[in-house]
């Protein structure tokens, strides 16, 4: 198409496809599934996209100057427990990222620094969950803390400070598509299934206008121009080509523009620049970029040049303010492709780069905000504030990250006398212009997880820079500078939700233990046992694997005799169990005793002879067997106190109490509507928790009644839970799945109230989260069967009650893990837990250590005395009698071992440069004297003469012959 009126600067931009070493390559990227996001988003900082992952609402996220191959260096956000569909980053912190899931939640997370990196699982913000999955969200363009959402027909407004919808518009015909706010006012566009167009008032929950727009209900895209009163949509028409349409929010009968555009069937993404008016469109599954050139007269969109590239997923546009100025960039589209991200400037070409061509570069959004939340719902509009883009200014403000979460901070801009980024001062500048503001931003506390509470921020005492009221009309366009003067240094804020509570065993590690004490070889494993199941049993003697065969086969291997296994089940020691294996357990007061529960409802109670079982095909029988349950078995439990008491569970919905003394049963528990999931035991052994498929939670005093003496709130899936008591009981933790989706979760609950004090999702993962809680140290661990990730929490009494350890991931992938009692612990080399660990073909011991520099000393802060718990404190006969003991505690302190806190102070260590000291100090004339004297002093050791010195000499007239 001509340009018909003017010719524009940006008229002969091109796109530079980078060069191979410059791409962002072997990315895991993945089949993107459908959603109305665009699968990619940028700030000036880092860029976040949707990966290919077993952990289905995982995101990446790359420093944005990153290059070259990438899948080591990538960070992971475990954001949702299921697809991200759309993601968003903050127009004033570059480090905080919006994300909506198809498991109906939003979550607001704030990125650690560049040089950090690493996983992020934990978010600043969960927002309510909705009915149905979320298809957008978005940050206000001017507003700080203010995001738009979209799910099903309905279209919502949050401010994420005080973690509360404000208003919503649910009157859509269909599923909205895409929505867009127009700056310096409250109105949105969307687009919608319906295949009508819409403008709202959302702060007012309000239709402005509707409007047919394209007439296919295939994949639409909107986009408000700036401050203009201009939109352009993209989608589909009746006969499914695309096309790009342009309207005029002033008269919406019609549209201004319609032109069709080539290529494939994907929807077309359309990106805008209010600085240059240049318009991008990238399609899903094309291989070109496109852009055009907004004008304010026929034809209003001026068509520029097309780029070739790889097949595009997604596609976002890099925020100004990160433009490489000095080589003529006025634009760089994200494009992420198959199995790479590729970073495309579009540079406008000049004959020099050495100077600062300020003609392309017209003042920008300068990164702050022009209101706070609290200012806009309260009825007032305002434009951003804009800077110019002359180098040497410092346009990522990285004291601005985080501080809408701050622990009183200020905000970004809410106050006109606040001050809360570090800036370098601009030269020839004026002062800042910001919107009149009398109430300072509120900073956020976190109590609970989801539950926010709100706290007022005290408004500086003395402003650092001078401010002028802003006009509040919307065509008004203020432009940020600064003050001459430097400004003050702020306090960084500190990260939200991070408590001060520091556990000294934050930065546990674990490793496998030399390959000389591994079982190798292990072959057909049972990965069939029902995921009620441990799986896995070890104690300090020997471990019990199930393998795949007729009988319910079970190899009982000597720990003590490690190397290669034999290649058949007839090599190993079995036994042979009559029917498939449903749950394996050892005695914890007797290693020889092992008790196996089967699908034919029977309960195996079986002795290893003091030789071990034989090798070859089992002929032994069980020391005896209970009966009783009428279906298969989920799961049996030893009293942790009592010996010879076990609980079971059965598919009959009954729980049974057994006496392996009297070999008979005590008892029945009643109560349960549904499949028991798991049973525990309270450290004092008085009372057990059970959590069941019907989501309650529910605990039993047995020796009293046989009905649950307290009720609530448990597991909300439906897919298998696990319940663990902790801190003495005052506590239980149940590990399950989300409700919506297979997230894996996390609650807290106090036995007190049966009230749930905290919940902690997780991600992804088909398998259940399997609980081993250290009662000593007050840390729960936490496997998955087929993951190599152990995690690690510090359990409290204080809010949130679950403070995140550093995660261990082992080598290869786990089947199973059996933790040891701590007298097995190593505590000369600082180790706080012991385990095995069974993997497919292997089992291996797994050490768990807290890293420490004075290992020769015990570290009692390490260890307290730890409580007997492989010696029963009374029988089954006293127990059930009503007899309780007072639980038995030992040291672990090895004799002759000094105590970490009696050991005298370290001496300082040398400096690398001494001070000076007269006393020592020696010229050069000195040290040049010294030299010489002992050069001289090692010729005088020497008393033999030179042989020159030996040699005769000759007479004078001997010369004359």
């Known amino acids: 198409m001509a340009w018909r009126f003017k010719v524009s600067k940006f008229k002969n931009a091109a796109p530079k496809f980078p060069k191979k070493e410059d791409l962002i390559h072997d990315i895991p990227v993945g089949n993107a599934s459908h959603s109305c996001g665009n699968h990619v988003k940028a700030s000036c900082v880092y860029m976040a996209f949707n990966t ?287 199995s790479s991200l590729i970073s495309l400037p579009f540079i406008v070409p000049r004959k020099s780069y050495r100077e600062f061509h300020s003609d392309l570069f017209p003042d920008t959004a300068s990164g702050e905000p022009a209101l706070t939340a609290q200012q806009w719902f309260s009825g007032q509009d ?47 500048t004026k002062p800042v212009e910001q919107p009149p503001s009398s109430t300072p931003k509120p900073a956020i506390v976190k109590e609970k997880p989801d539950i926010i509470k709100a706290e007022p921020t005290p408004t500086p005492s003395e402003p650092k820079t001078d401010t002028t009221p802003v006009s509040q009309q919307e065509n008004s366009s203020p432009v940020e500078t600064f003050s001459s003067q430097t400004p003050a240094k702020p306090a960084k804020p500190a ?34 046992i029902p995921h009620d199941s441990d799986l896995f049993a070890a104690n300090m003697e020997r471990c019990a694997v199930p393998l795949e065969g007729a009988g319910g086969i079970i190899a009982v291997l000597e720990l003590s005799k490690p190397g290669r296994l034999g290649d058949t089940a007839d090599e190993l020691p079995t036994i042979q169990n009559g029917s498939k294996v449903a749950d394996l357990v050892w005695d914890p007061f007797d290693c020889t005793r092992l008790v196996v529960a089967c699908d034919n409802a029977k309960i195996n109670v079986w002795r290893v002879p003091p030789e071990g079982f034989p090798v070859g095909p089992s002929q032994m029988e069980p020391e005896f067997r209970l009966m009783g349950h009428m279906e298969k078995i989920y799961f049996v439990r030893f009293h942790p106190v009592a010996k010879d008491i076990i609980m079971s569970a059965s598919y009959d919905m009954t729980v049974r109490m057994w006496n392996l003394d009297t070999r008979s049963e005590v008892m029945q528990l009643q109560g349960h509507q549904d499949q028991v999931f798991s049973l525990a035991w309270s450290p004092c052994g008085k009372q057990c928790a059970t959590v069941c498929k019907d989501g309650k939670l529910r605990i039993f005093e047995p020796r009293k009644s046989t009905e649950p003496i307290k009720e609530g709130e448990g597991a909300i899936g439906t897919r298998g839970a696990r319940v663990v008591w902790v801190l003495d009981g005052q506590y239980l933790v149940v590990s399950g799945f989300q409700s919506t989706s297979e997230g894996q979760q996390l609650s807290v609950h106090s036995v007190d109230t049966m009230e749930t004090v905290c919940v902690e999702e997780l991600g992804r993962s088909p398998s259940i989260l399997i609980p081993f809680y250290d009662h000593d140290a007050c840390t729960l661990y936490l496997f998955s069967r087929g993951e190599r990730t152990v995690h690690s929490y510090d359990v409290s009494t204080e809010p949130p009650h679950l403070f995140d350890n550093a995660s261990i991931s082992l080598q290869s992938l786990q089947q199973g893990l059996s933790f040891l009692p701590r007298r097995a612990l190593d505590v000369t080399h600082a180790e706080v837990a012991r385990a095995w660990r069974l993997t497919s073909t292997s089992v291996e011991p797994v050490s768990f250590t807290v890293p420490r520099v004075r290992t020769e000393f015990f570290q009692d802060d390490l260890y307290p005395d730890t409580r007997v718990t492989w010696e029963p404190a009374l029988t089954a006969e006293q127990w059930l009698s009503g007899q309780d003991a007072t639980p038995k505690y030992v040291s672990l302190r090895p004799a002759g071992m000094k105590l970490l806190s009696e050991a005298p102070a370290e001496a300082p260590k040398p400096q690398k440069y001494q001070s000076f000291s007269v006393d020592t100090y020696k010229s050069d004339e000195q040290k040049k004297d010294e030299l010489m004297t002992a050069m001289v002093g090692k010729l005088e050791l020497s008393s033999d003469p030179l042989p020159q010195d030996l040699a005769e000499g000759v007479e004078d007239d001997e010369w004359d012959d």
């Open 52 to 338: 290919d992952s077993s952990v289905g609402g995982t995101l990446g996220y790359l420093p944005l100057s990153a290059k070259g191959r990438c899948h080591d260096k990538l960070s992971l956000i475990h954001a949702h427990g299921d697809f991200v569909t759309d993601l968003d980053f903050s127009p004033f912190d570059d480090y905080m990222l919006a994300t909506g899931s198809q498991d109906n939640t939003i979550k607001v997370w704030v990125l650690p620094e560049e040089s950090s990196g690493g996983t992020v699982s934990n978010p600043e913000v969960t927002l309510p969950s909705q009915g149905r999955r979320i298809e957008n969200v978005l940050w206000h363009p001017a507003a700080e803390g203010v995001l738009a959402a979209s799910t099903g027909t309905c279209v919502k407004l949050f401010d994420v400070a005080s973690c509360a919808e404000k208003s919503a518009f649910g009157e859509h015909g269909d599923q909205v598509q895409s929505i867009s706010w127009k700056s310096g006012a409250p109105l949105m566009v969307t687009t919608c299934r319906d295949k009508k167009m819409r403008v709202l008032d959302l702060r007012a929950g309000k239709l402005a206008q509707e409007v047919a727009g394209h007439q296919n209900v295939k994949d639409t895209r909107v986009q408000w121009l700036g401050d203009t009163e201009y939109i352009v949509s993209t989608g589909f028409s009746m006969s499914q080509e695309r096309e790009v349409k342009l309207w005029d929010n002033r008269n919406l009968t019609t549209h201004l523009v319609c032109q069709p555009v080539q290529g494939s069937t994907g929807a077309l993404m359309c990106f805008f620049d209010p600085d240059t008016n240049m318009i991008f469109l990238a399609g899903k599954g094309d291989s070109s970029v496109r852009f055009v050139e907004l004008t304010e007269k026929s034809p209003y969109l001026t068509e520029g040049m097309i780029d070739r590239t790889e097949q595009v997923k997604g596609a976002a546009i890099v925020p100004k303010r990160a433009m490489d100025l000095m080589s003529g960039e006025v634009n760089r589209v994200l494009l992420l492709a198959r």
């Open 495 to 528: 990260k939200v939700f991070k408590g001060v509570r520091q556990s000294k065993y934050r930065y546990i590690t674990g490793k496998t233990l030399h390959p000389s004490q591994h079982l190798t070889n292990l072959k057909n494993l049972s990965k069939t």
């Open 382 to 428: 305002a434009l951003t504030p804009k800077i110019s883009l002359a180098p040497n200014k410092n346009l990522i403000k990285h004291e601005q990250r985080g501080t809408l979460f701050g622990s009183g901070g200020q905000s970004l801009g809410g106050g006109g006398d606040s001050q809360t980024t570090e800036e370098v001062p601009f030269p020839d």
